[in-house]
DNA sequence: ATGGTGGTCATACCA
């Protein structure tokens, strides 16, 4: 079973690299995260075509994620628990049939700038909700994945230049230390486990040329539960779709699961 | 200190 995650930033403006990578790479499940549409205008059709069950969870002009998969999906769940104030879609549950059954959340954590400020303090009470979920979920026997948009650097081997990040809400020690209390719960961190190396990306800015200089940051990431990790066969980066033609401003990131 | 890019919705906000 390959899981894959992928920003995509706007679902309608990415018709053709995301079906391109679809097609190129045939992932059982994908994570989406940013498809910036109502649930009602997602191009649902264009994925169906190709075998993906879609499940969104989406909301007007901003956030939104989204879950496709070849695979049966069962108990869908939408929003993350923990406040019935918060109106942001940045989170959806669903468990993929394969030979073994998977528990998976897709997730857009809030990017949290400026920091200090209101914005960076939802960010760090979305992860302490975040925490308390993935606890909740982990009294389950089921295999779990988490892949998502994190929107967190957890080290500076993570960034080209960490100099430049260290007074942003994506790299500041509070992120940093939230992520690590959730990684400390007894996740395993797919791509750092199978390569430990720095200069590792997953995003890449548009602006200043970022791409072309290399100066990319990693911030998607896809965390384990023990059971699911025990069943990992690989995990990579589809680093080249950062070169096609209207390209979000992250790439993929994948796991082979034996499951 | 400023503007640099891109998506969405509407001429501003978010990243």
């Known amino acids: 079973m390959k899981i894959a995650t992928f920003n995509i930033n706007g679902v309608k403006a990415r018709i053709e690299a995301l079906t391109a990578w679809l097609d190129a790479e045939a992932p059982d499940v994908a994570l989406l995260q940013e498809i910036k549409s109502v649930d009602e205008g997602f191009p649902r059709e264009i994925f169906e075509d190709r075998g993906y069950r879609v499940e969104t969870h989406g909301q007007k002009g901003f956030n939104g994620v989204a879950i496709l998969s070849r695979l049966p999906l069962e108990d869908v769940a939408r929003g993350l628990p923990g406040d019935d104030t918060d109106e942001q879609a940045r989170w959806i549950e669903a468990t993929v049939i394969g030979r073994t059954a998977v528990r998976l959340a897709c997730l857009y954590l ?7 400020g209101p914005k960076f303090d939802y ?3 979305w992860m302490a909700r975040m925490k308390a979920r993935v606890a909740q979920m982990l009294t389950s026997e089921m295999p779990l994945v988490f892949g998502g948009d994190y929107n967190v650097i957890p080290d500076p081997i993570d960034a080209a230049r960490p100099e430049a990040w260290v007074e942003d809400a994506l790299f500041r ?5 939230a992520f690590r209390a959730i990684l400390n719960l007894g996740l395993t961190e797919a791509i750092r486990i199978r390569d430990p190396r720095p200069g590792i990306y997953t995003f890449w800015d548009y602006q200043g040329g970022a791409w072309q200089k290399n100066n990319g940051i990693r911030i998607d990431h896809m965390l384990l539960s023990a059971q699911a990790a025990d069943l990992m066969r690989g995990a990579g980066i589809d680093k080249a779709v950062r070169d096609g033609d209207k390209p979000s401003d992250h790439v993929p990131v994948w796991i082979e699961l034996d499951a």
């Open 123 to 125: 960010k760090l009470a």
């Open 173 to 177: 020690p509070e992120s940093r230390a």
């Open 110 to 116: 809030p990017n949290g700038n400026p920091a200090p």
